[in-house]
């Protein structure tokens, strides 16, 4: 939660190429106050069987640029989730690279507002993603 000095973040993915919550993506978190700062790693959590990501860690006081790195390469990897493939009628290493994942992880960064809460969902398919503030 988000306290008058503090913003707070959550997220969660939705895998639209299959239309279904993207569970067991490692999620890190980082924060930096100002655009000169260094980061600071935080912590980091996983995504439920919802997709969402619960218990991130709390934002120092003073963040104003968080940024959010998912790991995304594993979860396209994982068996279940190559049917998102025969779906799309597209080869799994079509421009992808070696490991078959064009995108191995997504970094999002964004500023914040202390007070604020920022609910940042990723919507993912194997060869694009977007993302916006949720509420």
Known sequence: MSSS????????ILDTSVGRPAEGVAVRLAARSGTSADWQELGGSATDADGRCKDLPALP???THVR??????AYFQRSENKQADAQQ?????RDSGASGVFF???????????GEHYHVPLLLNP???????GS
């Open 61 to 63: 006081e003073g963040t």
């Open 5 to 12: 000095t503090t913003a707070s973040v959550s997220t969660h």
């Open 104 to 114: 191995p992880e997504v970094a999002i960064t964004f500023a914040v507002n202390p």
């Open 89 to 93: 009628d597209a080869p799994a290493n």
């Open 127 to 133: 060869f694009g993603y977007s993302v916006y503030r």
């Open 68 to 73: 959010l790195d998912f790991a995304v390469e």
